[in-house]
């Protein structure tokens, strides 16, 4: 199993205007740059913009993730995944789930909705208990 890490290098968040908006869509894209082998392992820088229309708040964070092979196979194994179109879904949801807390936090902050979904919890199994919080 490789080693994953994260760097983030900028992280920009700004509202543009407070007017109330009846209906407001929010787009998320995230972009992927070409792959890099540093000191045997391998570099991937991101670019993740959520934008609003109508145009009240924009949210951008930059970085690179770091995938770092444990043998030759493994190796050989993410560099064919890397080098494919489009990126492979790992690694697009290591970058999602990694940024989700921040994506949040600046979402609230400039008075938002967060652009995804928080995943629900699971059914409780019988015999548990889960506990419900309300805002």
Avoid: W
């Avoid at 708040?57 to 560099?79: D, L, M, N, Q, Y």
């Avoid at 999602?96 to 936090?105: K, V």
């Amino acid at each position: 199993m490789p080693t994953i890490s994260f760097r983030i290098d900028s992280i920009r968040a700004e509202r543009y205007s407070f007017e109330p908006v009846p209906h407001l869509n929010i787009s998320m894209n995230i972009m992927f740059g070409k792959p890099s082998r540093r000191d045997g392992s391998y570099a991937v820088e991101f670019v993740i913009n959520i934008n609003c229309s109508p145009p009240i708040a924009s949210i951008s964070i930059k970085g690179s993730v770091f995938i770092s092979p444990v043998s030759a196979e493994e190796s050989r194994k993410i560099e064919a995944d890397l080098s494919k179109q489009p990126p492979p879904q790992p690694l697009i949801a290591m970058v999602i789930s990694y940024n989700l807390p921040i994506i949040a936090l600046l979402s609230r902050e400039l008075g938002i909705p967060p652009p995804v979904q928080l995943p629900l919890q699971p059914p409780a199994k019988e015999g548990e208990h889960r506990y419900e919080y309300h805002t």
